[in-house]
């Protein structure tokens, strides 16, 4: 089995700044894709970042500029670094990764718990 656990989310003042980690254990060949998706109260939920296993990386127009997604390949961890964040940023933060597992070879998608983000003052 594969576990994602996200960490990293809180309170936080218009413009402040957040990091999130994800870190990724279990029965794990290697990764794929990861991504960070959100869920607004009222809203579907949507991608945020992602980043593939060579470090390419896109985002959702909403985010760019001000949201970075990083990831450790040796640790398995993923991190989104959230920096002049709005109250329109406010949401349950999932981190989402594709893992090759090691028997199979098969690609499979895996989620987190979710991590809630609010933002205001």
């Known amino acids: 089995q594969v576990q994602l656990v996200e960490s990293g989310g809180g309170l936080v003042q218009p413009g402040g700044s957040l990091r999130l980690p994800c870190a990724a254990s279990?029965?794990?060949?290697?990764?794929?894709?990861m991504g960070w998706y959100r869920r607004a109260p009222g809203k579907e939920r949507e991608l945020v970042a992602a980043i593939t296993s060579d470090g390419s990386t896109n985002y959702v127009d909403s985010v760019l500029g001000r949201f970075t997604v990083s990831r450790d390949n040796a640790k398995n961890t993923m991190y989104l670094q959230m920096n002049s964040l709005k109250p329109e940023d406010t949401a349950v933060y999932f981190c989402n990764a594709r893992v090759r597992r090691p028997t199979t070879l098969r690609l499979v998608d895996y989620w987190g718990q979710g991590t809630q983000v609010t933002v205001s003052s």
């Open positions: 279990g029965s794990i060949f290697s990764i794929n894709t």
